[in-house]
């Protein structure tokens, strides 16, 4: 188990850190997720040990590490841009962490060699160990890099943006794929991203950060359904804004026939066009704001210029007071 | 019907492009033609024509001739001093020169852009200033010299005055070559390594000398070629004794206002072979170490 307690990191007057406790159980796949300057990679970084908090501690397992360097820390850590080294052979960069340890530990060639193939294989880059990083693809790339932390047996992963620099078709693929080998060797994972679905789809929970504090940790679910702050109903997933501090997704609100129902909200209909499964509706509010809303695709979609009344089907209230769920019935 | 239509049109064009294209390769950039025909006709005049008159001048002289002047023992030995003594140099600021560059890209210090702009300084001085400047700085009642001097050590009108001449020749062309390269290497790449428990000496020399290797063979062989042909602050501090302290070039010039041009060509012939032999070692070393990165 990871615990994190008051992790507070400073870059001059800037806090990029502010005041951060996180527990992180074993087995965990736990996705730090934030927009650019939210502080998840630096937090990432800390317990790594490639950064230092300037107050707090970190501890694995009751052990304080917090002054302990990256490499005696045991974990395995995957870069955004693979940091793969690029005179080795595919081969040599994942042993390198096994080669580089000292005379006495240090595994004999042959088997250091083995060791590679059979992590190779593990991500399914098997009969590729000769070739030099340059002769590979991104996503090739950065199961080598992924190969390579795992070589020197980590207790913990840590990936920053892992898949960040690759196309939209091979990051699924990959995404998925990393999901079976967390699960299948029963590591303990954090990953950084700034993308909302590649957490919720990950992870067995999120952590929401923003401006160097954390907004909300929960499973996906209770991210997505029940979101703590504002913040992070607008960040995981799309929300609309109405008056009154009233969030709404845009597949619950709903079209009601006729302009005499008391509640709701008129718009008018500025551009339709079909996302996946559904109409997507972008109509203009009463101030000028746009209002985005799903409608069943197998219905006749509004046409721009149209009237529409919406209601939503459930939303959720922010005050200064706190946070309040409504279900229409 | 619309197809069997507009084909006859798509098909008397289609004959003209394709004959077009298939003449050559063509680049979307224009003017391939003019400006390859430029450097060429230019590189002639500059380089090529010059240096095989070296050729053409030695070769009228005879073999048994050539070897009599371009081996001669005293030519033998400024070979020696002046390769000897480039190689040397070389050596010595691919060292320094790696380290200056190093701290220049990866650490941030008051008086950078100075230091900075002092690394440009020998490419800016004229040479006889530099020799001048250093001889009474290593001479024996030198600022440095004098403490060299009780040891029975002589710096100045040797041939390691004449490395030291050199180094401070070629220091900017390793700084100027490996500098770049540095900067593009992330720090992930060393964080990467540190992460995977290699100690500072493993990551040196096993993640960044490998990754730096060619463009520091690069700045080597620029150096070298330098300090080879170095000429004007080398002869101030050389000492110039025949034999000891005497430079290839110097021994050129001599041989020249001796109305020797034979000789001088013979000798000249030596060190433009020689000089193309090691540019070109380098070459390929480098080549092949460009090759293994960046498949």
């Given at each position: ?254 079209i ?11 718009l008018i209909v500025d551009n339709i066009f079909r996302?996946?499964?559904?109409w997507r509706v972008e109509g203009i ?8 809303l799903?409608v069943?695709?197998?219905l006749k979609p509004p046409s721009p210029g149209d009237s529409i009344r919406v ?19 | ?295």
């Amino acid at each position: 188990m990871i615990t994190l307690q008051g992790i507070t990191k400073r870059y001059g007057h800037y806090a990029a850190l502010d005041n951060v406790s996180l527990e992180v159980r074993d087995g965990e796949f736990l996705a730090l997720l934030g927009p650019s300057g939210s502080g998840k990679t630096t937090l990432l970084r800390i317990i790594a040990g490639l950064a230092f908090p300037d107050e707090g501690s970190v501890q694995f397992n009751g052990e304080d590490v917090t002054h302990l360097k990256v490499a005696d820390r045991k974990v395995g850590f995957v870069f955004q841009h693979y940091a793969l080294f690029k005179h080795m052979t595919v081969a040599d960069n994942v042993g390198f962490g096994l080669s580089v340890r000292k005379r006495g530990q240090r595994p004999a060639k042959a088997q250091i060699k083995a060791r590679a193939d059979e992590l190779l294989d593990l991500v399914q880059l098997g009969g590729l160990g000769e070739r030099y990083p340059a002769q590979l693809s991104g996503g090739q790339r950065q199961r080598v890099a992924l190969a390579r932390a795992l070589a020197v047996e980590p207790q913990l992963l840590l990936l920053d943006e892992p898949f960040g620099a690759l196309d939209a078709k091979v990051r699924k693929t990959l995404r998925r794929w990393l999901r079976d080998l967390h699960k299948r060797m029963g590591l303990t994972s954090i990953f950084v991203t700034h993308d909302q679905e590649e957490a919720l789809e990950l992870a067995d929970r999120v952590v929401v950060m923003d401006h160097g504090v954390i907004e909300q940790i929960g499973t996906p679910e209770q991210v997505y359904m029940e979101p703590a702050t504002p913040f992070v109903s607008d960040f995981v997933g799309e929300t609309n804004r109405l008056p009154g501090g009233v969030h709404v997704r845009p597949h619950d609100l709903e079209i009601i026939g006729g302009t005499c129902e008391p509640d709701g909200h008129e718009l008018i209909v500025d551009n339709i066009f079909r996302k996946g499964g559904v109409w997507r509706v972008e109509g203009i509010f009463s101030d000028n704001s746009v209002v985005e809303l799903d409608v069943d695709a197998s219905l006749k979609p509004p046409s721009p210029g149209d009237s529409i009344r919406v209601r939503p089907r459930r939303s959720k209230t922010f005050t200064s007071t706190g946070a309040k769920s409504h279900e229409q019935a | 019907m619309e197809n069997a239509l507009s084909s006859p049109l798509q098909m008397s064009a289609a004959p003209v492009r394709h004959a077009r294209r298939s003449k050559r390769n063509r680049s979307v950039i224009p003017g391939f033609g003019l400006t390859m025909g430029l450097t060429l006709a230019w590189l002639s005049l500059i380089v090529l024509i010059p240096l095989s008159t070296v050729f053409i001048r030695s070769a009228g002289m005879g073999w048994a001739d050539f070897l009599a002047a371009g081996f001669s023992p005293r030519a033998v030995a400024a070979y020696t001093v002046s390769f000897g003594t480039a190689f040397a140099a070389a050596l010595v600021n691919a060292v320094f020169g790696l380290l200056t560059a190093w701290v220049i890209v990866r650490y941030d210090f008051p008086g950078k852009r100075v230091v900075n702009a002092l690394i440009d300084l020998p490419f800016a001085l004229p040479t006889a200033v530099a020799g001048i400047a250093l001889t009474a700085i290593y001479a024996g009642n030198g600022w440095v010299g004098q403490f060299f001097e009780p040891l029975g050590i002589q710096l100045a009108y040797t041939p390691v005055g004449i490395t030291l001449a050199l180094i401070f020749i070629g220091l900017p062309f390793i700084v100027r070559s490996v500098e770049p390269v540095l900067e593009d290497m992330s720090a992930e790449v060393e964080e990467a390594a540190l992460s995977l428990g290699a100690n500072p000496w493993q990551i040196f020399s096993r993640v960044i000398l490998p990754a730096i290797l060619p463009s520091l063979l690069t700045g080597f062989a620029l150096a070298f070629a330098r300090g080879v042909g170095e000429y004007g602050s080398v002869i101030f501090i050389a000492g110039n004794m025949p034999f000891k302290s005497e430079i290839a070039p110097l021994l050129i010039i001599t041989q020249l206002e001796q109305y020797d041009y034979a000789g001088a060509t013979a000798i000249a012939t030596v060190m433009l072979v020689a000089s193309f032999a090691v540019l070109l070692l380098i070459n390929l070393i480098q080549a092949w170490s460009r090759r293994r990165m960046n498949g």
